[in-house]
């Protein structure tokens, strides 16, 4: 198989990409765990590559993976800021816009926590 299930069924696997792919875009950094992060950030990189064609049909592809939610006190929701500020951000670069840095192993369960962030970030 090329994708890893995490041990959800797919509805839930797909919510669970959907909301982190989302708060990526949102927050531009997100803590999760490493084969989740290696997971959503094939996607995020789609998205983003999306994005930077800019058309009406490109925006309506990510319009229906990326959830419409905005960061409190900003106007912009997610899809807006993928396609203002991420794409004009990543314009000349061809790819490889997340990067992953290893955190440790999670107090609980001993899961190899990472951060997921997008390069070049504010």
């Known amino acids: 198989m090329a994708y890893q299930k995490l041990?959800?069924?797919?509805?839930?696997r797909k919510a669970l990409f959907r909301d982190?792919?989302?708060d990526l875009f949102l927050y531009e950094r997100i803590q999760t765990t490493e084969a989740k992060a290696k997971e959503v950030r094939s996607i995020a990189e789609r998205l983003i590559t999306l994005a930077k064609?800019?058309?009406?049909?490109?925006r309506r592809q990510a319009a229906a993976f990326v959830r419409r939610e905005q960061l409190e006190g900003s106007e912009s929701d997610a899809i807006q800021k993928?396609?203002?500020e991420?794409?004009?951000?990543?314009?000349?670069?061809p790819g490889g816009y997340t990067r992953i840095l290893k955190l440790g192993?999670?107090?609980?369960d001993a899961a190899p926590m990472v951060f997921l962030e997008l390069v070049d970030r504010a």
């Open 7 to 12: 041990g959800r069924d797919t509805s839930a």
């Open 20 to 22: 982190l792919v989302t």
């Open 53 to 58: 064609r800019g058309d009406l049909h490109a």
């Open 82 to 84: 993928l396609f203002s």
């Open 86 to 93: 991420l794409a004009t951000r990543y314009s000349e670069r």
């Open 105 to 108: 192993p999670r107090r609980g």
